[in-house]
């Protein structure tokens, strides 16, 4: 596979050659997570220590990081769809009963955004009192919450618009070809010809269930399209200092949340054993 887990060289030790990348998604995430780690680790120091024109470059790295995520998952999506959007196989079964169309919903960047502004304005209530601001999400200005408020607002329309597209597409499922294919093969079984004997038939199953995947590809790369385009716009929206404190909570959010959910998973397994 031509698309590495990593992009730009990462101290991590996971990139590889060419020829001898990730085989699956699943092994890519894994990689991709323990590089998202790392710009976790770099953002912390960097917002104890960096100025404003000092935390562009980390900022933009980490977004480039994200970048290449979905570059990857697009290539494996041309592959196996249908791996992708069960993603029980590459996350914890706790993520995986949170996802939308693969992924976390565009949206969700606002209710992050949110939360982690409202406990930083929360702990420093003194300090802007006496006009003592930190440069971080507790300093978002009136302009920057006006323009916060109207990205969210032209996002809520279109992840609507990709859902309703998606429920649409669901419903194909039992459309007109479905439902003749599954009763002429039904029949075929009830007579005992046996469904692979049916060559002709069997061709226009494969054809019909291709279709529904194409389908699908279509409807997450127009999500994965609004979840990378969402986040590029709220950072373009904040300071440097802001975006490295958002990116943090983001990565810390999503890197704990995968963590709880593989002990669940492994709680719950050991249940049955």
């Known amino acids: 596979m031509s698309i590495l887990p990593s992009s730009s060289g990462a101290s991590t030790g996971t990139k590889q050659k060419s020829n ?13 997570l323990v590089e998202q780690n790392q710009h976790l680790q770099d953002l912390v120091a960097i917002s104890q220590t960096r100025t404003e024109e000092q935390s562009w470059c980390p900022v933009q790295k980490v977004l480039d990081h994200y970048e290449h995520y979905y570059k990857a998952k697009a290539e494996w999506s041309k592959q196996d769809v249908l791996a992708i959007l069960s993603p ?12 939308w169309i693969g992924g976390w ?22 300090q802007l009192i006496h006009g003592l601001g930190k440069g971080d999400l507790g300093d978002l200005s009136p302009s920057q919450i006006v323009r916060i408020d109207k990205l969210q607002a032209k996002t809520v329309k279109e992840e609507k618009n990709i859902s ?3 429920a649409k597409h669901e419903g194909t499922l039992a459309d007109s070809c479905m439902v003749k294919l599954s009763h002429m093969v039904s029949e075929m079984m009830r007579r005992g010809d046996g469904y692979e004997e049916g060559v002709g038939v069997e061709v226009e199953v494969e054809l019909a269930m291709e279709l529904k ?3 699908l590809k279509e409807m997450l790369r127009r999500a994965d399209d609004l979840r990378l385009k969402t986040l590029k716009a709220l950072i373009d929206i904040m300071t440097p200092s802001q975006g490295v404190h958002y990116l943090i909570a983001a990565a810390e959010l999503h890197l704990r949340i995968h963590e709880w959910g593989k002990v669940s998973d492994g709680k719950r397994l050991s249940s049955f054993t």
Do not use: H, N, V
């Open 20 to 32: 001898s990348g990730p085989t699956t998604f699943k092994t890519f995430f894994e990689c991709w």
């Open 88 to 99: 029980s196989s590459w996350t914890s079964t706790f993520e995986a009963a949170f996802l």
């Open 105 to 126: 919903r565009p949206t969700m960047a606002f209710q992050l955004l949110y939360s982690k502004s409202g406990i930083q304005l929360e702990s420093q209530l003194y």
């Open 164 to 166: 309703e597209k998606l």
């Open 213 to 215: 995947k194409e389908g």
